[in-house]
């Protein structure tokens, strides 16, 4: 029986909890696709995961939420052997085996097909993260050329991400960040951002006069208050990250909190959003070096345990991803 190398999680735990082993390839059905990865993309959710938050998930389980590869098998005939893929969701590292392996098997219809030449490193740290930058951007918020847009939690991969796409549609760009360092300033001017706002946990008293048409609030509870009063007339704030790691709101009274005629919204994707996604329009601007994407570190598969670590600890200052090879 042929054999792969995978990160498994038996219990949930610290970062050691995953564990390398080795395990059967799957063979996929006749609407599957076997995917041999060659990279892939570390997401908070499986961190969230890993500490036991998602009760839902029987163990034992191999995490991971996205993938980037090549079809190794295609009963159907849906793709191409050999064809450059990506996956996301659906269930993937959550319903049944996911990305930190060497090869994952998938529902064909939840693959997209990938055109570009771009190093595996940067393939496996998108489509994820793009598909929840666009789906935040263009779905929820309804983002037009017009848009001053504010992205609470900046430094995360995917307000970066969000801050490029934003910048490339014509928007004005702020974003916000608690480190005041010079360093973390360029790196979000790189990706497109207008104005950096150090971020005190009062951003609406900076802002007061100037304040925004939308707002991605990718901290969270946390914050939210504080981002709804950031919000301009009409305007629309969508939360959807939980950087700040508290799930709830603590005595909320939503007369008080949103202020009038301000929106408030949610935002996850699914396999429809993925699909929905222009990953290969996306790649095309990253390869043409008009869409900026920070990786910030760049971990082997049997160092998943510090990989983690490093999420955990916020250490990355972009995308970790983890190529198989």
């Not at 063979?27 to 959710?45: C, E, H, M, T």
């Not at 389980?61 to 996301?88: H, M």
């Not at 030449?117 to 779905?139: C, H, N, R, S």
């Amino acid at each position: 029986m042929a054999t792969m190398r995978a990160a498994v999680m038996h219990e949930a735990g610290g970062p050691e909890v995953l564990k390398l082993e080795t395990l059967p390839i799957p063979a996929p059905k006749d609407d599957q696709v076997l995917i041999r990865i060659k990279a892939f993309g570390l997401n908070r959710s499986e961190l969230f995961t890993r500490q036991g938050h998602s009760p839902g998930v029987q163990l034992p389980r191999v995490l991971g939420i996205e993938a980037a590869g090549v079809v190794d098998k295609c009963p159907g005939g849906q793709f191409q052997i050999g064809q450059k893929v990506a996956t996301a969701m659906g269930g993937l590292g959550r319903d049944f085996d996911g990305g930190y392996a060497e090869y994952t098997c998938v529902k064909a219809s939840n693959v997209q097909a990938l055109d570009t030449e771009l190093d595996w490193t940067i393939v496996g740290a998108v489509p994820e993260m793009l598909q929840t930058a666009y789906g935040y951007l263009f779905k929820a918020l309804r983002l037009t050329t017009k848009d001053r847009l504010l992205i609470r939690g900046g430094t995360t991969s995917v307000g970066l991400a969000a801050a490029a796409i934003a910048k490339n549609h014509g928007c004005y760009v702020a974003s916000t960040s608690r480190n005041s360092a010079k360093s973390t300033a360029d790196l979000l001017k790189k990706t497109g951002v207008d104005q950096v706002i150090i971020d005190d946990g009062k951003v609406a008293e900076q802002v007061r006069a100037n304040k925004f048409d939308k707002i991605l609030e990718l901290i969270g509870t946390t914050t939210l208050e504080d981002s709804l009063q950031c919000a301009a007339e009409s305007g629309i704030v969508c939360m959807t990250g939980i950087v700040g790691n508290k799930w709830s709101l603590d005595h909320f009274a939503p007369m008080d909190a949103i202020p009038n005629t301000v929106y408030l919204t949610i935002y996850s994707g699914g396999p429809e959003e993925f699909k929905e996604t222009p990953l290969n329009d996306l790649l095309k601007q990253i390869q043409d070096e008009t869409l900026p994407v920070q990786v910030g570190k760049v971990f082997k598969l049997d160092e998943i345990v510090q990989a983690h670590d490093t999420m955990e600890k916020n250490l990355a200052r972009g995308k970790i991803v983890v190529p198989t090879e």
